[in-house]
Nanobody, 123 residues
């Protein structure tokens, strides 16, 4: 069964760090691009990080650039999102996916999403 499962969300304070994990099963994650998206209450889905198949190219929007870092660990068939200096506006449900929306990076694309993990940043 092809599946993505996120973990690592939680309640943190402003300025804290958090590392989200995305575990893949049923396929080899190293062939694909990986995207992390978030959706805050009442808002649309936003791409916050994307990494190419060979990890030689990444994308971050201005809202998180310099604070978020995406990575992959092929040996564990997993991807990660390290979030530093978290702010209340980072509060959202975070999803990993084998796509990056309109961002085109090298690697296979598949319309597969995890169930999401909630991140809440208190002020």
């Amino acid at each position: 069964q092809v599946q993505l499962v996120e973990s690592g969300g939680g309640l943190v304070q402003t300025g804290d760090s958090l590392k989200l994990s995305c575990a893949a099963s049923g396929f080899k994650l190293d062939e694909y691009i990986i995207g992390w998206f978030r959706q805050a209450p009442g808002k649309g889905r936003e791409l916050v990080a994307c990494i190419s198949r060979f990890e030689d190219n990444t994308y971050y929007p201005d809202s998180v650039r310099g604070r978020f870092t995406i990575s992959k660990e092929n040996a564990k068939n997993s991807a990660y999102l390290l979030m530093d200096n978290l702010q209340p506006e980072d509060t959202a449900v975070y999803y990993c996916a084998t796509e990056c929306g309109r961002q085109v990076l090298n690697g296979r694309v598949m319309n597969k999403w995890g169930q999401g993990t909630r991140v809440t940043v208190s002020s």
